[in-house]
C-alpha cells in the first residue's frame, strides 16, 4: 500500500487549485469534483499524452466523439438497462444506504445497529433524465422532498430498478464505449481502414454510484479514455498482448511507478460474461490497491449485439475479396480521474531542505501544469522588474504554460512552484542587469544554474519539444 495518505493528496489539490468539491459554495454535491486552473492543465496535458501516444503517433487509430445522450435502444441492447446494477443495502433504523459488496453487513457504520440491512437488492448505476418538451419542466415541479422520500422507500420494489417505457427517457451514458460501438459502421464507411484497426473516444460517463468514495477515485460524473480495437478473430490473443506491451509503456511516459503497478487477471468466474480474457491493471492507491484501467476482450458481443438489435449489418468486408466478417474487439479502458488520482500519488514526495520539510510533486515535464515560474529577487527595483517582464513575456511566447510569481519572498515561491510540480523557476537578479543572465532552479534537486535567459528559454522549450 502506498504511505501517501489520501488526505494530503485531497488538500493540496483544493489548496493549490486542482481539485475542488462540486458545488462546494451550496455545500457540495456527493460524488462530483470540479476542476481549478492547474486540475483542468493537469487533466489536458494528460488526455493530450494519451491521444499523441495512443492515436497521433499510430496509423491505425481514429478517434470519435459521440454524444453524451444516445438513444435508449443502445442500452437496452448493450445490456447495461438490465445488468448494469450494483447490489443495495439500507439500514432500516437510519435509512442510509450502502453498496452491499463493500461494507460490513453485521452492523451499520453509520448508526451503529447491528443486523438491520435490507435485503440487498439490485440497483441500476445509470443516470436517467428526459428528452424533449415533456412533463411540466423541472422548474415548475414541487415536491414535498421527506414525503417523497417517504413513499420511495415504502415502494422501493418498484421504483428502485423502474424501467421505464416512457419514450422521452433517456440516461446519461454510464461508459464512452458504446458511443464507439455505435460509430464503427460510420468508420468504415468514410474511412474504410484495414483490420486491425481502432476507435478511440475521450469524455464524460456518469454512474450513479451508491457510495461515491475517495476523492475521485469512485465519481458520479468522471471521464474516460476508451478504444475499441477491432481485430480478426484468430488474431486476438497476439493483438492482446500487443496491448499489454502498449499499456506498460503508457505507465512509464506518465511516471507511474512500475512496482505500484499489479496485472490482475480476472478468473471466469468474476469476468463480465462477454469477456474472454480481462486484465486489470491495479495501482496502490493511498487507499489500498485499486483497479486503475482494464483491458478486456470483448470478442463480437457488442457488434453483434448492434446488429440484432439495429437489423444492420456489423460486418467488416475485407479488400482481398474474402469472406465478411463480424470483427473482434480489444478493448482498453482508461479512467481519468483515476489516472490523475495515481499521477498524484505516484509523484507526491517530501524531503528536507535547509532543516524544513519540503513537499513537491516530481511530475514528467508534460504533464506538469506549469513549465515554469518567473519572477523578480526583488520587487522594488524598478530596472529588476523590467527586465522580469521583458523575460517573462519572452518566455511566454515559447513556452505558454509558464506563470509570473512577484509574491512573498523567494523561498516561498520556490516551496510553492514545488509543490504543483513546477519542473524550473527563473529569476531575475542584479547580476542580470550587468549580462542578461538569470538563475533557472531545478525542482528535484533544488539546484540552480545561470544562464542567459535566451539560453535559458531555449532550455524549457527543448523540453517542451523533446521530452515524452
Ligand atoms: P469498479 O469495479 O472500480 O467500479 P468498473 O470495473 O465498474 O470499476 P469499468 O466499467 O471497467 O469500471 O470502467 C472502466 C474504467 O473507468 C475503470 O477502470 C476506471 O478507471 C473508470 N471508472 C469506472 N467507474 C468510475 C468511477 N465511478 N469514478 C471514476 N472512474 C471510474
Known amino acids: 500500500m502506498s504511505d501517501i495518505k489520501l488526505d494530503d493528496l485531497v488538500s493540496l489539490a483544493k489548496r493549490r487549485g486542482f481539485i475542488f468539491p462540486g458545488s462546494s459554495v451550496y455545500g457540495g454535491l456527493s460524488g462530483m469534483w470540479d476542476y481549478g486552473p492547474l486540475g483542468v492543465k493537469l487533466k489536458d496535458n494528460l ?65 451503529g445497529e447491528k443486523n438491520s440491512f435490507t ?47 416512457n419514450e422521452s427517457q433517456v440516461y446519461l451514458r454510464p461508459e464512452t464505449a458504446q458511443g464507439i460501438f455505435t460509430n464503427f459502421k460510420n468508420v468504415i464507411d468514410s474511412f474504410y481502414p484495414d483490420i486491425p484497426f481502432g476507435i478511440a473516444q475521450h469524455g464524460k460517463a456518469f454512474r450513479n454510484e451508491i457510495s461515491p468514495r475517495d476523492f475521485i477515485f469512485r465519481s458520479r460524473e468522471f471521464e474516460q479514455l476508451e478504444i475499441e480495437y477491432f481485430v480478426k478473430p484468430e488474431n486476438w490473443q497476439e493483438k492482446f498482448d500487443m496491448w499489454v506491451g502498449l499499456i506498460r509503456q503508457w505507465f512509464e511516459i506518465i511516471g507511474l511507478k512500475k512496482d505500484m503497478i499489479t496485472e490482475k487477471e480476472i478468473d471466469e468466474k468474476e469476468r463480465a460474461h462477454y469477456s474472454k480474457k480481462t486484465i486489470d491493471f491495479e495501482f496502490d492507491f493511498p487507499i489500498g490497491k485499486e483497479e486503475l484501467m482494464g483491458l478486456a476482450y470483448r470478442t463480437d458481443f457488442d457488434l453483434k449485439n448492434i446488429e440484432n438489435h439495429s437489423k444492420k449489418s456489423m460486418e467488416y468486408k475485407p479488400k482481398d475479396g474474402s469472406s465478411s466478417y463480424i470483427p473482434h474487439v480489444i478493448e482498453p479502458s482508461f479512467g481519468v480521474e483515476r489516472f490523475i488520482l495515481a499521477v498524484l500519488s505516484s509523484s507526491y514526495k517530501t524531503d ?114 523533446n521530452v515524452n
Open 119 to 165: 435485503d440487498s437488492r439490485n440497483f441500476n448505476l445509470m443516470f436517467s433524465t428526459s428528452i424533449g418538451p415533456v412533463g411540466d419542466g423541472v422548474g415548475e415541479v414541487t415536491v414535498d422532498r421527506k414525503l417523497l422520500e417517504k413513499k420511495l422507500r415504502e415502494t422501493e420494489d418498484e421504483l428502485i430498478n423502474l424501467k421505464s417505457d
Open 47 to 111: 488526455v493530450q499524452m494519451w491521444k499523441d501516444f495512443f492515436v497521433s503517433s499510430r496509423d491505425d487509430m481514429f478517434m470519435v466523439d459521440a454524444a453524451i445522450i444516445m438513444n435508449k435502444k443502445v442500452w437496452q441492447a448493450s445490456g447495461h438497462v438490465d445488468t448494469f446494477n450494483d447490489p443495495l443495502v439500507e439500514c432500516k433504523k437510519c435509512h442510509n444506504r450502502f453498496r452491499a459488496d463493500k461494507v460490513d453487513l453485521s452492523y451499520c457504520a453509520v448508526c
Open 352 to 465: 528536507t531542505i535547509n532543516g524544513e520539510t519540503r513537499v513537491f510533486l516530481d511530475l514528467p515535464f508534460k504533464l506538469a501544469p506549469l513549465k515554469a515560474i518567473v519572477g523578480p529577487l526583488v520587487k522594488n527595483k524598478k530596472e529588476i522588474m523590467d527586465l522580469s517582464l521583458k523575460v517573462f513575456k519572452e518566455l511566454k511566447s515559447i513556452v505558454p504554460d509558464i506563470m509570473w510569481d512577484e509574491n512573498s519572498n523567494i523561498g516561498k515561491r520556490y516551496r510553492r512552484a514545488d509543490e504543483v510540480g513546477t519542473p524550473f523557476c527563473i529569476t531575475i537578479d542584479f547580476q542580470s542587469l550587468d549580462d542578461d543572465s538569470v538563475t533557472i532552479r531545478h525542482r528535484n534537486t533544488t539546484e540552480q544554474s545561470r544562464m542567459n535567459y535566451k539560453e535559458a528559454a531555449e532550455y524549457i522549450k527543448k523540453q517542451y519539444l
